[in-house]
């Protein structure tokens, strides 16, 4: 008998879904397409939601991650983590309340990935830049390269202190001048560019091609 392929859960927000993305479907499902043409790699599940943040996803992964096991005692092997975004929103103003705390967000994280971690092998990805000369999104919400840029630092603080694997994206994208030409018309999805260069980021990931491998 065959031996059942892993599965690796991706899960997060619009970023995940591939919003932005008209010619590919986005990073996710370039990867996963990546992977079925390679032999025995493992079944990517693509679970994006547009608009979810850390409660929302923190409410949800579980029943998605245990609903996709395939066989009762078969559970997947792996989850890949992207969300934070839209937890660093500004409401109403640009220096509004926030979507949530930093602080509040931290501990949010931190207790989400010791959940997945007593599950299974869990791997996590940073934020991306956004165009502050776009806000507010929909009319109310302000997003600022300051808070992505504060909110992955204390996700990478939270993942080395977990031992969990991090791959930075907002440091790298926003220092490239080429960022601004990477992100659709609304100031924060990523366009068919950046979805590309997530893709390839991953692609390139050693821990995550590793474990593929495995």
Request: glycine share 10%.
């Amino acid at each position: 008998m065959d031996k059942l392929p892993k599965q690796l859960i991706v899960i997060g927000d619009s970023s995940v879904y591939g919003w932005g993305d008209a010619e590919e479907g986005g990073w996710c499902e370039r990867l996963k397409k990546d992977w079925l043409n390679q032999r025995n790699s493992p079944i990517i599940y693509q679970l994006g939601v547009r608009g979810d943040g850390i409660e929302k996803v923190a409410y949800r992964w579980e029943k998605e991650w245990s609903s996709r096991g395939e066989t009762r005692r078969n559970k997947p092997k792996g989850i890949l983590l992207n969300v934070g975004l839209n937890d660093t929103a500004r409401i109403g103003q640009i220096n509004g309340r926030p979507q949530i705390e930093i602080d509040g967000f931290e501990y949010g994280f931190e207790r989400l990935i010791n959940e997945m971690r007593s599950k299974t092998e869990v791997f996590v990805m940073g934020l991306s830049p956004v165009d502050e000369r776009k806000m507010p999104f929909g009319g109310c919400l302000w997003y600022s390269n300051e808070y992505c840029d504060a909110y992955e630092k204390r996700m990478e603080e939270v993942c080395i202190n977990q031992n969990v694997p991090f791959l930075s994206t907002f440091k790298e994208m926003n220092s490239d001048r080429r960022s601004i030409n990477w992100l659709s018309n609304d100031g924060i999805h990523l366009n068919s560019n950046g979805h590309l260069y997530i893709y390839q980021r991953l692609r390139s990931w050693e821990v995550l091609q590793k474990w593929r491998e495995d």
